[in-house]
């Protein structure tokens, strides 16, 4: 097995130096690179190098990421996603794990799905999950269920005016494999059973207090004041990438990547985590220096 340092030791005349390195828990270690991620993760992967992929590319619905666009045409948008995936495949091991997420804007639903069908061809769909932002539920509906005792409204949410259009509460979490029969963790991220009764009843559970979570995933935003508060217009929760990186299975020697790092969800997930981690991402390097300072913040304070 290629050591996590020969991982990003490519015999590459292109090859570029990280931006950063950083040392985060049990030694592990975060490379980001200032880079676009075609560029970098040709010259500086190797092949079947990553265990787990976690993203959430841009969406093409206009937000501004200042120099890159957001607006491609669909044709083009999806055509540049597919090169992506094709080298996302090239770096992935064969039992690697690739999350992606996606939303999708009021007036095209078929964006999430569009993008899923643009790396058919590479991947195969091997779970799908539901990032639920925030939900309500109302107390007549679960009538005597446990723990109820009115009703209830959680989670973030931006508002959509609109006389056509609800809000929309979710995002989705499509998990590729290469051949759809790379092992899972599922009770990494399990939940207590509700009805302790079913512990002794069903022979799977082998004793234990807890169930596979399902596809449906609440993760809740940390509550902002303003839009200031948020460095970056578009970004997930670090409990997001958590969950995906412990649902393929933690091992000490794991190697995340992350294709457009953003503010560094990923990079925070896997430093919290112990693991090593690579990101990419084009932005200006002022948007690294917050992705530096968050990690270091997140590790050591």
């Not at 959430?56 to 501004?64: C, D, H, L, M």
């Not at 979490?173 to 002794?200: A, R």
């Not at 190697?255 to 997930?269: D, K, L």
Request: positive net charge.
């Amino acid at each position: 097995m290629a050591s996590q340092e020969s991982i990003i030791d490519k015999n590459n005349t292109h090859k570029k130096t990280p931006y950063k390195n950083i040392t985060g828990k049990h030694g592990s270690t975060s490379k980001l690179f200032f880079a676009d991620c075609l560029i970098g993760m040709n010259n500086n992967l190797e092949d079947n190098s990553i265990d787990v992929v976690v993203t959430s590319p841009p969406y093409n619905t206009g937000i501004n990421y200042g120099t890159n666009k957001d607006n491609l045409p669909k044709k083009e948008y999806l055509f540049w996603l597919k090169q992506v995936g094709i080298e996302i495949k090239r770096v992935l091991k064969n039992n690697g794990s690739f999350f992606l997420n996606i939303g999708n804007k009021p007036t095209d639903q078929w964006i999430a799905w569009d993008v899923g069908f643009a790396l058919r061809e590479n991947f195969v769909l091997q779970n799908v999950f539901h990032w639920v932002k925030s939900i309500a539920i109302s107390k007549e509906d679960v009538r005597n269920y446990p723990n109820m005792i009115g009703d209830i409204s959680v989670g973030h949410f931006k508002p959509i005016c609109s006389n056509r259009f609800v809000n929309d509460y979710h995002e989705y979490i499509f998990h590729f494999t290469k051949e759809g029969n790379t092992m899972i963790d599922k009770l990494s991220i399990g939940v207590p059973y509700q009805d302790k009764t079913n512990i002794k009843r069903w022979k799977s559970t082998n004793k234990q207090d807890r169930r596979d979570r399902g596809n449906t995933w609440f993760i809740l935003y940390n509550t902002i004041k303003s839009r200031n508060d948020r460095p970056h217009p578009a970004s997930f929760p670090t409990k997001l990438p958590e969950k995906c990186i412990k649902l393929h299975g933690l091992r000490d020697d794991l190697v995340v990547m992350h294709p457009f790092m953003g503010i560094g969800s990923t990079a925070i997930a896997s430093s919290k985590l112990g693991i090593f981690f690579v990101g990419f991402d084009a932005l200006l390097p002022n948007s690294l220096f917050s992705d530096c300072r968050n990690i270091h913040y997140t590790t050591f304070f």
